[in-house]
């Protein structure tokens, strides 16, 4: 079945560093690719998103770039900052067809201060 | 807030009783979702459903039964659980199908 596969599971860097996140879809109809934060005890809080038609898309020090022929997209963060720390699911989205919103495994993200 | 509430936050119930999640949007979505998150697994989609009609059973087990009686409302009736349904239940909305998703803060439910 489909299925997302999220890297790494968990990331330790130096407050300051970059952040790399790497998910793959296998659904190639997939179009929507969005990224959640869950802070501990807290719900999941959507960060940033991107569609089928576009590669990359960039928000302050967050950016997801996509290619799809590859079916994976990635996140980025720059300049880490301690209050990144958090879980962060990636999803892999269509709404043709049979409905389904599949997220990725969680990458725990610790920035050392 | 998010606009999504649900309720109770916290839910402890024997695996003979029935108990009921409810889950409101303030939000204006049209569609509407239940979530199993448990520890070390992916978020798992139960239950979908746009403009009150389910349109996704992700093999839930019958235990579990939805309901969603308007665009706002949405709740999880659960009966006979097992100990190993415990786990964080999310709700989630969205203004259309596939869209962002707004969670609500869930519901820990421990089955014992």
């Not at chain 1, 569609?51 to 300049?79: C, M, P, Y």
Request: proline share 5%; glycine share 6%; net charge neutral.
């Amino acid at each position: 079945g489909e299925n997302v596969e999220q890297h790494p599971s968990t990331l330790s860097v130096q407050e300051g560093d970059s952040a790399v996140i790497k998910c793959t879809y296998s659904d190639s109809a997939s179009n929507y690719f969005p990224w959640y934060k869950q802070e501990l005890g807290k719900r999941p809080q959507l960060i940033i998103d991107i569609r089928s038609n576009v590669g990359e898309k960039k928000d302050q020090r967050i950016a997801v770039t996509l290619n799809k022929t590859a079916k994976h997209f990635s996140l980025h963060i720059t300049e880490t900052q301690p209050e990144d720390s958090a879980v962060y699911f990636c999803a892999a989205s269509k709404a043709s067809g049979t409905y389904k919103y599949i997220f990725g495994t969680g990458t725990r993200l610790k920035v050392l201060a | 807030e998010t606009g999504v509430t649900q309720t109770p936050r916290h839910l402890v119930m024997g695996m003979t009783n029935k108990k009921s999640l409810k889950c409101e949007q303030h939000l204006g979505h049209n569609a509407m979702y239940w979530y199993k998150q448990s520890a070390k697994k992916p978020l798992e989609l139960m239950f979908v459903y746009n403009f009150k009609e389910q349109t996704e059973n992700n093999s839930v087990p019958s235990r579990f039964s939805p309901e969603c009686p308007n665009s706002s409302h949405l709740f999880l009736h659960l009966h006979t659980l097992q100990p190993e349904d415990s786990a964080l239940y999310l709700c989630a909305s969205s203004p259309a199908h596939g869209d962002e998703q707004y969670f609500g803060p869930g519901t820990r439910l421990t089955v014992t």
